[in-house]
């Protein structure tokens, strides 16, 4: 049974640091495409940046110099490390994983319809 499950979200204050983590299980890590994705209240969800199975990440322009994604095979996690926070980067943080393709990420952050499995999501708070 595949599951991504989030943790280390949390409130900061504003130009603050945080690092997400999302551990992965019942399917072999390294293989596949795998994304972050965030959701504020009111708002859609909307990509922040995906990585794919041979480590090339791409941004949404939003967080591009700010966050940044890797992932250590040997544990099975992604991670999301994001510096400089601002409020507006406020919202539920969600990991996906295209375990339908070839570990390519050919729509990368701007193609949610790829991402076929998804964690439950973790709550970040950026206060100013």
């Known amino acids: 049974q595949v599951q991504l499950v989030e943790s280390g979200g949390g409130s900061v204050q504003a130009g603050g640091s945080l690092r997400l983590s999302c551990t992965a299980s019942?399917?072999?890590?390294?293989?596949?495409?795998m994304a972050w994705f965030r959701q504020a209240p009111g708002k859609e969800r909307e990509g922040v940046g995906s990585?794919?199975?041979?480590?090339?990440?791409v941004y949404a322009d939003s967080v591009q110099g700010r966050f940044t994604i890797s992932k250590d095979n040997t544990k099975n996690t992604l991670y999301l490390q994001m510096n400089t926070l601002k409020p507006e980067d406020s919202a539920v943080y969600y990991c996906?994983?295209?375990?339908?393709?070839?570990?390519?990420?050919?729509?990368?952050?701007?193609?949610?319809?790829?991402?076929?499995?998804w964690g439950q999501g973790t709550q970040v708070t950026v206060s100013s």
């Open positions: 990585i794919d199975s041979v480590g090339d990440t």
């Open positions: 996906a994983a295209d375990l339908m393709g070839d570990g390519s990420c050919y729509g990368g952050p701007h193609a949610e319809h790829e991402y076929n499995h």
């Open positions: 019942g399917y072999t890590f390294s293989r596949y495409c």
